[in-house]
């Protein structure tokens, strides 16, 4: 024992720790799939897959050809391309997530013991991190990556700072707001402690006449000016990404309620939602994936419990900022990082993309896990070994939780099961769930499913996509366009619902409808499946000529793709050019099959 006593005190034993507990509560989601967002981020987003494209993620947004959405998060997209280099397979990317979610405490442990000097308030702060249930969401959840990065590479960035490293912690900071926009929030922690714990002279005195104020507005700005620069390099590169969608949010209704309603409602239940954070963080009960609308009804008064508490915690925050007695302590730092973090995702001043999600919580929770242990620590002065023993209780009954809630991300059926258990009163969770269902050939229950959803939000666009699927398979195929058209009203450049309204005018022999359809689609992802069937409409219909003119402008006369060579083959065909066909058939031609075999196939196409 004696021999481990010196391990247990180095600088090594932390982040090993740290490791070890975190692969414990979070290693039983390593074998989980893509699920939810995940599709959205990784699975739709051919570019990930090559190395060739890392360094062009820097100038694209975050969801592939949507740069309507605002959202713009190049080094979390490079994360998952370095991913997809070692493997394909889910388990990397989790397995990615739970080193940076222990990077993340070991780096919580190394500011708060660099800034206090309180080795024992680094372990508590740090383990408490660890084990919050909230964050099963970041950890366990693949797209969670950008929320993990965004804070990693936050913490270091302050970590440098407060050893006086300002040029690499302006570099650092600049790589949390390439992982994710609320990285905005660190330049206030940065800018807190400048001015309240870095800017201390502790040889000025008033008798020399040089005060601490004029010590610190002298030295205060010089230290910001090492941050500029990194702020205008990610706004060149935000705006080469986006262009015209700067400062977009397309969020829906649906997404986020708060977006569409007035301040006074807004505020009023941002102030709610904060105390659903706060009850979600210390009693981890009814944990969910959506919160979106209909789930939490807009509040329109001020006397209600849960309002009341958001606004006295954030008054209490803002107390222990300024109060003599918590200035320039951890009191007043723990206040700060959440306050900072926290407003960017609060929609109290401005609408976000979402109006509440438990991965958004990673950061603020660091603050509060930093206010809960200095409380902690307080109140258990003379009963130590107590107050750890009830420490310790809460962290194994957090990580039984953490544990159980992993499962729930294991699939998508899972997951969505789950939410709508969790979730009973959103639109969106019923959605995700009928709609996959239906795709798992499960079309009554999956109805059922898309019919109660419409109920509560008949303008959701998925939803009435998969309505669309259903009507189709029913073969009422005028309720299917009804469905699709309605969504494409809504918003024109819809690719699924576009993509769907295409096919099925494909498929009942409606060329023109379909080449139509599927032109539009082109014209705002112009990529090789929607060039595909409009060429093939269009030779089906009689104008191969235009067909030929359409793939050969967009991707030459020997396009890399070979459906498109097919298409160029089959636009041949029917123009009675054999030669020509032939020459783009012979990438598409099985050896096996004759070409009597394959040209009555053409035929039949």
């Avoid at 991913?83 to 990077?103: K, Q, V």
């Avoid at 702020?231 to 209704?253: C, H, M, P, T």
């Avoid at 918590?326 to 730092?333: D, I, K, L, M, V």
Wanted: aromatic share 16%; with cysteine.
């Amino acid at each position: 024992m004696s021999n481990f006593l010196p391990f247990l005190k180095s600088k090594w034993f932390p982040p090993i720790f740290f490791l070890a507990l975190s692969f414990l509560i979070f290693g039983n989601g390593l074998n989980g799939q893509f699920v939810y967002d995940d599709s959205w981020v990784i699975v739709r987003n051919p570019t990930l897959t090559s190395v060739s494209n890392i360094f062009s993620q820097l100038i694209s947004p975050y969801h592939y050809l949507q740069p309507e959405t605002g959202l713009y998060r190049p080094l979390t997209l490079i994360s998952f391309s370095i991913n997809f280099i070692f493997s394909s397979s889910p388990w990397i990317f989790h397995f990615t997530n739970i080193l940076l979610h222990a990077l993340a405490v070991w780096l919580v442990f190394l500011l708060t013991l660099e800034i206090f000097k309180s080795r024992r308030l680094a372990y508590l702060t740090s383990v408490l991190f660890l084990f919050l249930p909230i964050h099963v969401e970041d950890v366990t959840s693949i797209i969670g990556r950008a929320d993990l990065l965004a804070f990693v590479f936050s913490l270091l960035s302050v970590w440098l700072v407060v050893k006086r490293k300002y040029t690499l912690g302006s570099l650092v900071w600049l790589l949390a707001l390439l992982s994710k926009e609320s990285a905005v929030g660190t330049a206030i922690i940065i800018v807190f402690y400048l001015w309240s714990f870095a800017s201390q002279c502790r040889n000025c005195s008033s008798v020399e006449g040089k005060s601490q104020f004029s010590h610190t507005v002298t030295h205060f700005p010089k230290k910001i000016l090492y941050f500029i620069p990194a702020g205008i390099v990610y706004l060149i590169f935000r705006w080469l990404a986006l262009k015209e969608n700067f400062l977009a949010n397309d969020a829906s209704y649906i997404y986020n309620p708060l977006k569409f309603v007035g301040f006074w409602t807004r505020s009023l239940t941002g102030l709610k939602v904060l105390t659903m954070y706060l009850s979600k963080m210390l009693v981890p009960r009814n944990l969910s994936a959506d919160y979106s609308f209909n789930q939490i009804p807009l509040v329109h008064s001020f006397w209600r419990f849960d309002v009341v508490v958001g606004l006295a915690l954030i008054l209490v925050l803002i107390l222990l900022l300024f109060w003599r007695k918590t200035r320039n302590t951890p009191w007043s730092f723990g206040a700060i990082t959440f306050l900072a973090s926290y407003f960017i995702i609060s929609n109290l001043f401005f609408p976000i993309g979402t109006v509440m999600a438990e991965r958004a919580f990673y950061f603020p929770s660091f603050g509060l896990a930093l206010l809960l242990s200095l409380c902690l620590d307080f109140l258990t002065r003379g009963v130590r070994k107590l107050g750890l023993t009830l420490f310790l209780v809460v962290c194994l009954v957090y990580g039984v939780i953490i544990f159980n809630r992993n499962k729930v991300w294991a699939d998508a059926e899972t997951l969505y099961r789950d939410m709508v258990l969790k979730a009973p009163q959103s639109a969106h969770v019923k959605t995700n769930l009928g709609n996959f269902l239906i795709k798992n050939n499960n079309w009554q229950e999956g109805k059922d499913w898309l019919e109660k959803a419409y109920i509560i939000a008949p303008e959701h666009l998925p939803l009435l996509d998969g309505l669309g699927l259903v009507a189709e398979h029913d073969k009422r195929y005028q309720d299917a366009e009804k469905f699709y058209k309605k969504a494409i009203s809504i918003r024109p450049h819809y690719a699924t619902a576009l993509s769907n309204l295409g096919r099925m005018y494909f498929q009942l022999g409606q060329y023109e409808k379909s080449a139509e359809i599927y032109w539009q689609e082109f014209t705002y992802k112009p990529e090789a499946g929607p060039m595909l069937v409009y060429a093939m409409s269009k030779s089906k219909s009689g104008q191969q000529n235009e067909a030929i003119s359409a793939i050969t402008k967009y991707f030459g006369e020997n396009p890399k793709d070979i459906r498109l060579r097919f298409a160029l083959g089959y636009a041949y065909f029917k123009k009675g050019d054999k030669t020509k066909a032939d020459y783009y058939f012979k990438d598409s031609k099985n050896p096996a099959v004759s070409d009597e075999d394959f040209l009555k196939s053409i035929e039949k196409f």
